[in-house]
């Protein structure tokens, strides 16, 4: 017993890990794990300690914004406003070589801003932009590619769940996590389309332009447009609200529900069985993600009563290098546990344990917190669990491997590598704009 009880923080992550092998679901395998050790290291006195740590995620008021923006994305997915963003925007830029990938990131953008659901943006896109990337003979890996990282732009362009779960834990402010997220959505953006040009432009069949009798007149492009205005203003709507401090991000999203609700009800696209399966799949959805926080809980509440917060920040005080070296050893920490976790998961593990020591060491809290969401994003990408591979996968069936998709990750998990060199090196690329609205 000594020795479990010694070694028990890593033997916590090695159980964890078997059992994701196994393909437990996370949150069972979370939970689980955090169950046993509990009752081996301290007996059924510990269950008061797991059932406290599962009340005060179930009772924190900030993550109610969560079923409501799931319940956004899924009413935009079945009025098919995703479509006609789609079709909208690359009737504008098809002429363009690459952009047809170029629209499939923008449109990602969009679809992060107005639902903030990383499973919608990449499942969307797979099942629309997709199929027309393959019928233009777009290079297969930047096809794949562009997909996955437009759509995994939802944990960065404002609201992220994410970025919900993690202001929640560290008591960071969610609206000024927003508005860096918004900043560091934009530079994701721009170094997603400058690698799709760089790739069109050195060779034309990578990404070629839409054929000339494909092309449509000015007048059906601007007509097209009004497919884009009405998500546009749901995105002012929900953003606007909460960037102006009239409403709270919780406060915000049900404003993004009846905006929603409104888009699809005058464009005739809501009807009676839409909104009723839109309620079960959200329900679902919502069930599925507050069983990974439950479950995340117990393990966090578990794994700091026995040491492990503590071995972590011994680990990142002896890392050489000073503040520097203890930055380096946080974002490999996240980027391990990226390669394992789902994202929520990673968030209620890693934050309470890190965020604290990044403070200590001196680096600014929102700074490191925009900075954490960042690497998180790639945590989407990154093998073996990234779950935007297997979003993909699943909207696209046996069409194309699994080995495919994760090489086609590469190139965009070294955009992201860059991104968080930028981040490092010059800190006002993601500070400006939560310092302009904290004047």
Partial sequence: MELIFDYAPLWMFVLLLILLFL???????????????????????????????????????TLIAIPLFIFMSILLEKSNIISDLFDAIYKWSGPLRGGLAITVIIVGAIIGAISGVVAAGVIGLGLIALPH?????????????????????????????????????????????????LSAGLLLITLFILYILFMAYKNPKNAPALLKEERVSLKEKFIALRAVILPLLLIILVLGSIFAGVA??????????????????ATKRLSWLKAKEAVKESGKMTGMVA?????????????????????VSELAANAPGGEWGVLIFALIFILILGMFLETMALIMLAAPIISPII?????????????????????????????????????V????????????????????????ILIILLPVLITWLPNIMSR
């Fill in 133 to 181: 990337m393959m019928r233009y003979k777009y290079n297969e890996n930047l096809s794949l590619g562009t997909v996955m990282a437009g759509g995994t732009l939802g944990q960065l362009i404002p609201p992220s769940l994410n970025m919900v779960v993690y202001g929640a834990i560290t008591g960071v402010s969610v609206s000024s996590l927003f508005a860096g997220g």
């Fill in 359 to 395: 403070i200590e060491a001196g680096f600014d809290p929102l700074w490191w917190a925009i900075l954490f969401m960042v690497v998180l994003q790639m945590a989407f990408l990154t093998p073996p669990f990234g779950f935007a591979i297997f979003y993909l996968k699943s909207a």
């Fill in 248 to 265: 709270t991000p919780t406060e915000g999203a049900a404003v993004g529900v009846i905006g929603t609700i409104l888009i699809a009800v």
């Fill in 397 to 420: 069936g046996d069409k194309v491997s699994i080995s495919k998709i994760y090489k086609a990750t590469v190139p965009f998990i070294i955009i992201q590598l860059i991104a968080v």
């Fill in 23 to 61: 393909g437990v679901p996370i949150a069972f395998s979370l939970a689980g794990t955090g169950a046993l050790f509990a009752l081996l290291l301290w007996g059924y006195d510990s269950t008061a300690l797991l059932t406290s740590g599962a009340w005060n995620i179930m009772n924190n008021y």
């Fill in 291 to 311: 069983w990974i926080l439950i479950g995340a809980a117990i393990f966090s509440a578990v794994f700091s009563g026995i040491g492990g917060n503590q071995m």
